[in-house]
């Protein structure tokens, strides 16, 4: 059975850090593309980050750009997302998801019908 478990939200303040977990069980991450994605209260699911198959192509958000960094260890069949400089409006939701043999994150990120949601991990970014 395919399943992600999403880990390390918690409750930061402002210009803090968090690193996000996301790690795959039931099968294996190679080829596939992993992308990030976050939900607020009151907003459609959004996808933040998304990295190709290869791990050679990465997609930001603008939002994002330049204070996240995606990354990936196949070995130990685990993404992560690197979060700095952290706003109340990161304040969400984030979730991972994954699409076979992509290697267009963009497409992934905002495109690619994924269904295979883990439960998601909570970032609140609060003074």
């Known amino acids: 059975q395919v399943r992600f478990v999403e880990s390390g939200g918690g409750l930061v303040q402002p210009g803090g850090s968090l690193r996000l977990s996301c790690a795959a069980s039931g099968f294996s991450l190679d080829h596939y593309a992993i992308g990030w994605f976050r939900q607020a209260p009151g907003k459609e699911r959004e996808g933040v980050s998304c990295?190709?198959?290869?791990?050679?192509?990465?997609y930001y958000a603008d939002s994002v750009k330049g204070r996240f960094t995606i990354s990936r260890d196949n070995a130990n069949n685990t993404a992560y997302l690197q979060m700095n400089s952290l706003k109340p409006d990161d304040t969400a939701v984030y979730y991972c998801?994954?699409?076979?043999?992509?290697?267009?994150?963009?497409?992934?990120?905002?495109?690619?019908?994924?269904?295979?949601w883990g439960q998601g991990t909570q970032v609140t970014v609060s003074s």
């Open positions: 990295i190709s198959g290869s791990g050679g192509d990465t």
């Open positions: 998801a994954a699409e076979w043999g992509q290697e267009n994150p963009y497409y992934t990120c905002g495109f690619a019908p994924l269904d295979n």
